[in-house]
């Protein structure tokens, strides 16, 4: 996975970084970038961004599977922080793909002139907090070991593939990728037998683009999953000046929303609206097409019986667009409420089951017994592959944390602080592990958010905090055991008093790793509260952290 892109910026050890560094950011996404540019360029801090790929983009840069598109809208997945930059980058589609996004924050890196201060293809293998000298120490996959007062994770909630143990992978004959480590020049999948396993975002996204040439597609789905059309398409030179034009109140929207996304969320109740009206309000939304969807009304995640209206308006579509009866009621069988899972958005998922070389296999029915040199048998048959395609997701939020190896203070491993599943106060710090912050860390609303919201809140609150250290004389802050079970007794109440928890197999609770604590991870609060309670912790002198403790 390590094919550098023509032109990529690759940016080796110059042998110049021996001295400490104010701060270390761990990736080049959307959170490590900004991070740069404000610790560097606002407080004038010595920084640098390592980063294991050859090139910014994180999650962008590994997810380049067939399909791939984000599902926030494109003027809304993007920086706000600068009126200047938003106008000068044009969207060319209503939702963005891979390389556009990497070619954007290219622009954005070249137009701040942060690539000087990013290590590409360096990976990080461990890092521990030195006490007595206050230091992080980083060590790399070079062999150098960095030291920084500041440690700054960017390194995205799903980045971790989760690629499941099934017996046999080893003696596979065909060809086989993980949808989130892609290879870079693609899967020829022209007269090919392909077996897709997973059938969430990335699934959805990608079974119908892989029908387009695979002689055969197989998906094996183990839990069914709700999708709403996207409807994609490119956006006009006018589309652009309005999104352009309208930038102050879309930056509002996106701050005052609890989804961080530039539309609200109805106040309407799906309860109590007469069943003809609100079947016109979820038709005109499947129109639209994307997560506008689940902004329809006010209750659809908090009251099953509202839940219901919107699952079971959903499952009639997938019946009607399904022309086999028997494929349409393995899709519709939802055994969760709607959007208590991440909810997919697709470009035409279901009707691809009605194209002759698709078929669907309910392992759940049928389970998978092992991989054999020629493909995948289940407990009835074995499906004969040329290639599998697995589409099963991410050790989500906790997981690219804990590959880091990070050891706080008396040799604290964050492995064992978190044997029983993340803690931390605001999603942002552990006790334990003073001058480490957290960009989108469990605890925050991170993944249930747009992220470039999120991503922007955390990345100006750590850099907020830090000024106030310096401001203060501070060397040091932590927070404490205390404020940790604070905050996670408030993550915990706040998620049930959703129904999120209740989608059992669910990457927000872990569910999908087997042995992960089952938690449920992301702040489910709300993105403008969760700014209010940061908000309010740094306004009362960061109240839940000790300084030079
Ligand atoms: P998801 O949403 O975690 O989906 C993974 C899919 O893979 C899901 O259908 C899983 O079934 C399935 N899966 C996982 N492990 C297995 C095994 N062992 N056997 C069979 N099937 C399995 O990941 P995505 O990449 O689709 O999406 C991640 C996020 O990226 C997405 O939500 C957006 O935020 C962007 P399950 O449902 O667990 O039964």
């Known amino acids: 996975m390590s094919q550098s892109a023509p032109g990529a910026p690759t940016n080796r050890e110059s042998g110049a970084d021996t001295a400490p560094f104010d701060a270390l950011i761990i990736g080049a996404g959307f959170s490590g970038l900004y991070q740069l540019h404000c610790l560097r360029d606002k407080l004038g801090l010595r920084v640098q961004v390592l980063e294991m790929a050859d090139d910014v983009g994180g999650t962008w840069y590994w997810n380049r599977y067939p399909g791939a598109?984000?599902?926030?809208?494109?003027?809304?997945?993007?920086?706000?922080?600068?009126?200047?930059?938003?106008?000068?980058?044009?969207?060319?589609?209503?939702?963005?793909?891979?390389?556009?996004?990497?070619?954007?924050?290219?622009?954005?890196?070249?137009?701040?002139?942060?690539?000087?201060?990013?290590?590409?293809?360096?990976?990080?293998?461990?890092?521990?907090?030195?006490?007595?000298?206050?230091?992080?120490?980083?060590?790399?996959?070079?062999?150098?070991?960095?030291?920084?007062?500041?440690?700054?994770?960017?390194?995205?909630?799903?980045?971790?593939?989760?690629?499941?143990k099934i017996p046999g992978l080893e003696r596979f004959e065909g060809q086989w990728a993980h949808t989130g480590q892609w290879p870079h020049e693609?899967?020829?999948?022209?007269?090919?037998?392909?077996?897709?396993?997973?059938?969430?975002?990335?699934?959805?996204?990608?079974?119908?683009?892989?029908?387009?040439?695979?002689?055969?597609?197989?998906?094996?789905?183990?839990t069914a999953n709700y999708s709403i059309p996207a409807r994609n398409g490119p956006l006009t030179e006018a589309d652009q000046q309005t999104y352009k034009d309208e930038f102050g109140d879309l930056r509002r929207i996106m701050h005052e929303a609890s989804n961080g996304h530039p539309f609200l969320i109805s106040q309407r109740s799906a309860r109590e609206t007469p069943a003809a009206e609100r079947r016109q309000v979820y038709e005109q939304a499947w129109e639209k097409g994307g997560l506008r969807f689940r902004a329809t009304f006010a209750d659809l995640l908090v009251d099953e019986a509202a839940n219901e209206t919107a699952a079971s308006f959903i499952k009639e579509k997938i019946r009607q667009i399904v022309r086999d009866p028997e494929t349409a009621r393995k899709l519709a069988t939802i055994d969760h409420p709607f959007a208590t899972k991440r909810p997919p958005v697709d470009s035409h998922y279901f009707e691809t089951f009605n194209r002759d070389n698709v078929s669907l296999v309910d392992i759940r029915e049928d389970p998978?017994?092992?991989?054999?040199?020629?493909?995948?048998?289940?407990?009835?048959?074995?499906?004969?592959?040329?290639?599998?395609?697995?589409?099963?997701?991410?050790?989500?939020?906790?997981?690219p944390l804990l590959n880091l190896n990070l050891t706080g203070r008396n040799g604290l491993?964050?492995?064992?602080?978190?044997?029983?599943?993340?803690?931390?106060?605001?999603?942002?710090?552990?006790?334990?592990?003073?001058?480490?912050?957290?960009?989108?860390?469990?605890?925050?609303?991170s993944v249930l958010c747009n992220m470039p919201v999120a991503i922007e809140q955390h990345v100006e609150w750590i850099?907020?905090?830090?000024?106030?250290?310096?401001?203060?004389?501070?060397?040091?802050?932590?927070?404490?055991?205390?404020?940790?079970?604070?905050?996670?007794?408030?993550?915990?109440?706040?998620?049930?008093?959703?129904?999120?928890?209740?989608?059992?197999?669910?990457?927000?609770?872990g569910a999908n790793v087997p042995g992960k604590p089952r938690v449920f991870m992301p702040y489910a609060g709300g993105m403008a509260r969760y700014r209010r309670i940061c908000e309010q912790v740094a306004g009362d002198g960061y109240t839940e952290f000790v300084f030079d403790a």
Not at 429 to 439: E, K, R, W
Request: hydrophobic share 35%; net charge negative; charged share 25%.
């Open 413 to 445: 491993r964050l492995a064992e602080a978190w044997t029983a599943g993340p803690v931390n106060t605001l999603g942002l710090q552990v006790a334990g592990f003073p001058n480490l912050f957290t960009i989108t860390g469990p605890g925050s609303p």
């Open 186 to 222: 693609g899967i020829d999948f022209r007269g090919k037998r392909v077996g897709q396993i997973g059938t969430g975002s990335t699934g959805i996204q990608a079974a119908p683009v892989i029908a387009e040439t695979a002689a055969h597609l197989t998906v094996f789905q183990r």
């Open 69 to 164: 598109r984000c599902d926030s809208e494109s003027h809304s997945y993007c920086y706000a922080f600068s009126e200047e930059i938003y106008r000068e980058w044009s969207w060319t589609e209503r939702y963005p793909g891979p390389a556009e996004i990497r070619r954007y924050l290219r622009f954005v890196a070249d137009r701040l002139d942060l690539l000087r201060d990013v290590r590409f293809e360096t990976r990080v293998t461990g890092a521990e907090y030195d006490e007595g000298a206050n230091l992080w120490r980083v060590h790399t996959d070079d062999g150098r070991t960095r030291s920084a007062q500041f440690l700054i994770t960017a390194v995205g909630c799903l980045s971790a593939a989760n690629i499941p």
């Open 463 to 509: 850099t907020d905090c830090i000024a106030h250290m310096r401001e203060q004389g501070h060397e040091r802050i932590e927070t404490t055991p205390e404020a940790m079970d604070k905050w996670v007794r408030h993550v915990n109440e706040a998620a049930n008093a959703t129904l999120l928890p209740k989608a059992n197999s669910s990457w927000y609770l």
């Open 368 to 399: 998978i017994e092992e991989i054999t040199p020629g493909g995948i048998r289940t407990r009835s048959q074995e499906y004969p592959l040329d290639v599998i395609v697995f589409a099963t997701g991410f050790d989500a939020m906790s997981g």
